[in-house]
């Protein structure tokens, strides 16, 4: 038998930005593929809706108010939770800016919230992991929401280039330190997929144009396509793929 397991039965996930857009997409997919639920964002009632899908999946389902760039409220949400298989590194965002006008404060925003943040959640969940005593034997998997962004250059987006090439980085330097506890760590990196965050450039009929142009498949990634990479990675079928990118972009890269 050749076809390994999607089945996430006795999971524990946890999911950071699960109010909106990618979070709330992968929070759901991986309730529907049988995990269990952590799942963190900054507006309750982002966190009330989603929690009720999972619900829906019969599944059990934690939610957290909290800023990520907040490591004192993180580190207390990581530490009182009792199991940790699943991190789904999500929580991040972008402010256009030509290089040449990049604002400091835009700049350190960036960074704050798109590396020191990430790879603070990153830590604590897997000394969280590691803790577990059958952790070599069932494995973990940390997903870093990365992007096409994160392996090629744009236009107005020096800053957020450099956040993402780093996360890159950071991934191969984690996959290595974290293999001898069987943990597993990769990145997701969509093209522009329509969430809360893109919506808002792409009302610019001239910019999406150009993005579409760009994208060999001719269209924009659904939030589906991202959600089932990261169960696909999660899942015990990607249990020999660690220290790597899934490129979700219809062949942007591939140029």
């Known amino acids: 038998m050749f076809l390994k397991n999607y089945n996430l039965k006795n999971k524990t996930a946890i999911v950071s930005g699960a109010g ?73 965002n972008n402010i256009p800016e030509h290089f040449t006008k990049v604002k400091t404060k835009d700049m350190q925003y960036l960074v704050k919230i798109n590396t020191m943040a990430t790879f603070n959640l990153a830590q604590l969940c897997a000394l ?5 005593k059958n952790r070599k034997k069932i494995g973990g998997s940390i997903i870093n929401m990365s ?11 020096s800053v957020y280039n450099m956040t993402k090439f780093g996360l890159e980085g950071l991934t191969k330097g984690m996959s290595i330190d974290l293999a001898k506890y069987n943990i597993r ?21 001239k910019f999406k144009k150009e993005v579409l142009n760009n994208i060999p498949l001719g269209r924009f990634a659904e939030l589906s396509d991202v959600a089932t990479a990261a169960v696909f990675l999660a899942s015990d079928a990607a249990s020999m ?15």
């Not at 969280?128 to 577990?132: E, N, S």
């Not at 992007?147 to 987006?157: E, F, K, T």
């Open 147 to 157: 992007s096409q962004m994160g392996h090629v250059g744009g236009p107005i987006r």
């Open 185 to 205: 760590v990769n990145t997701v990196c969509p093209t522009f997929v329509v969430t809360p965050m893109t919506s808002k450039f792409l009302k610019s009929k």
């Open 128 to 132: 969280k992991m590691i803790k577990f």
């Open 20 to 92: 909106k857009g990618l979070g709330r997409a992968c929070a759901i997919a991986l309730a529907e593929a049988g995990a269990n639920l952590i799942i963190i964002s900054r507006t309750k009632k982002d966190l009330d809706e989603v929690s009720r899908k999972i619900k829906k999946f019969k599944k059990k389902c934690k939610s957290y108010v909290c800023d990520v760039t907040n490591f004192k409220q993180i580190k207390e949400i990581i530490n009182k939770q009792s199991k940790i298989d699943i991190l789904i590194n999500n929580a991040g």
């Open 241 to 255: 793929i660690t220290g790597t990118s899934l490129l979700v972009d219809g062949g942007w890269t591939a140029k």
